[in-house]
């Protein structure tokens, strides 16, 4: 089967369940400022663009405002409770390690396009013993214009010398269909993730249920897209 010179992944919601963890950290910071605490299944609709912007859709939830300097400190508590909680309950979605031990024997290179802030999202994958499998890690902060940006994509792309003509993106969100769409590749989407819209709507070149269906996805984009 043929497969893609690179194939770029976003990480929460895509490769690793990680709404236990950013529940946890996010209620902690509610519960600093006074807020009542939101439950997993809505911070599962609230999680992709970052942390400041998940933390005001919490606020917003509460039906009530911050101003700066409180903000800016339930910023800094939310990502110190996050960096020390970060893997309590967070795992890969079933099959992920499987498929990524796949692709990589075959000549594909790996990279992770994510919002989360670069030092959050080594210590993740660190925590998890995934980060080996990539060849690029790249946040929001270690790029200058973050997703949905086509930049943010091709930095990863470029940082691994791979072929952005022949890379496919794998996300979860509206986001990561429309990084690829600006960045002119193809896109799977995973029915999993945390999608503030059901995946089927995100109109993804492919959408798959499991992992294990990511390389027949990506041989046929090679097929009739690449």
Known sequence: MRLPDTVIFDLDGTLVDSA??????????????????????????????GARALIQKAVTAAGTTLDDATFDAAFVTFLDYYA?????????FPNVIETLTLLSDNGVKLGVCT??????TELLL????????????LGADAVTEKKPHAGHLTAA???MGGDLRRTVMVGDSQTDVDTARNAGTPVVAVSF????????????????????????ALAALVATRI
């Open 157 to 159: 792309v470029d940082r």
């Open 115 to 120: 919002n989360k802030p670069q030092r959050l």
């Open 84 to 92: 020390d909680h970060i893997a309590d309950g967070t795992t890969a």
């Open 126 to 137: 660190d925590s998890l013993g995934m980060s080996h499998w990539f060849g690029a890690i």
């Open 20 to 49: 236990p963890d950013l529940t946890g950290a996010l209620n902690h910071t509610m519960r600093t400022i006074g807020l009542p605490e939101i439950g997993e299944s809505e911070v599962r609709h609230m999680v992709g663009h």
């Open 193 to 216: 993730g945390y999608s503030t819209v059901p995946a089927a709507d995100l109109l993804a070149d492919v959408l798959i249920d499991d992992f294990s269906e990511l390389p027949e």
